[in-house]
């Protein structure tokens, strides 16, 4: 079965500076990752995917991702953080042999001081 | 595109009732699921359908839960009785194949008194 570890459920930058989010998943075979982001009160928005091709993806908002799978990491960064990311992240995986039901880390709070 | 569509958004009962969620998903999603996020638990999947089918119901808690999708614009989840412990947001997402990532409507707060 496949799983996510986020390390670290809460994180502080200090806007303009880099944010950089951890992200490390287990899988048996290729993985499908995402990372969404939700702000308080509302569902889940996808960031940005990895299926094929390109390990480095980049999604909305400013924010990238790249695959590594030496690593087994997928984590989010972006370069400067603006006070509207406040929110909490979470990272998913998904494989086809599991039905590519989506497993979720348990999220990171992420906190933007002026 | 309207996106995936919850009602109620709040939803306040006493212990005993029963409680309806319902979900439009985006039209030509072929996968709609049923999430519950709560603090302790995190997110977790509940139950979800390919085409209206039932694929995978192991996160379902226990029988007082039970979810239906008579076609492919609607889906219900049910709690009957609910219970205290049952308080959590309810979210209703949907695909198109499994590549493109789940699209979230923006939940139902429960809430058993």
């Known amino acids: 079965a496949q799983s996510v570890t986020q390390l670290g459920s809460h994180v502080s930058v200090s806007e303009g500076a880099l944010v950089l989010l951890r992200c490390n998943y287990s899988?048996?075979?290729?993985?499908?990752l995402f990372w969404y982001v939700q702000y308080p009160n509302q569902g889940l928005q996808l960031l940005l995917k990895y299926t094929t091709g390109a390990t480095l993806v980049k999604g909305i908002n400013g924010f990238e991702a790249e695959f590594k799978k030496s690593e087994t990491s997928f984590h989010l960064t972006k370069p400067s953080a603006h006070m509207s990311d406040a929110a909490e992240y979470f990272c998913?995986?998904?494989?086809?042999?599991?039905?590519?039901?989506?497993?979720f880390g348990e999220g990171t709070q992420l906190t933007v001081n002026p | 595109d309207a996106g995936v569509i919850q009602s109620p958004r709040h939803e306040v009962t006493e212990m005993g009732q029963e409680v309806t969620l319902r979900c439009k998903p985006i039209s030509g999603h072929d996968y709609l699921f049923w999430y519950r996020q709560t603090m302790m638990r995190g997110l977790e999947l509940l139950i979800y359908f390919n085409n209206n089918v039932p694929i995978d119901d192991s996160g379902m808690p226990e029988d007082r839960f039970s979810a239906k999708m008579p076609n492919a614009s609607f889906s219900t989840l049910k709690i009957q009785p609910s219970e205290p412990r049952d308080s959590a947001v309810y979210f209703c997402a949907s695909s198109f194949g499994r590549a493109s990532g789940d699209n979230f409507g923006s939940g139902t707060r429960l809430t058993v008194v």
């Open positions: 998913a995986v998904s494989v086809v042999t599991s039905g590519s039901r989506l497993t």
């Open positions: 899988s048996s075979v290729p993985p499908y």
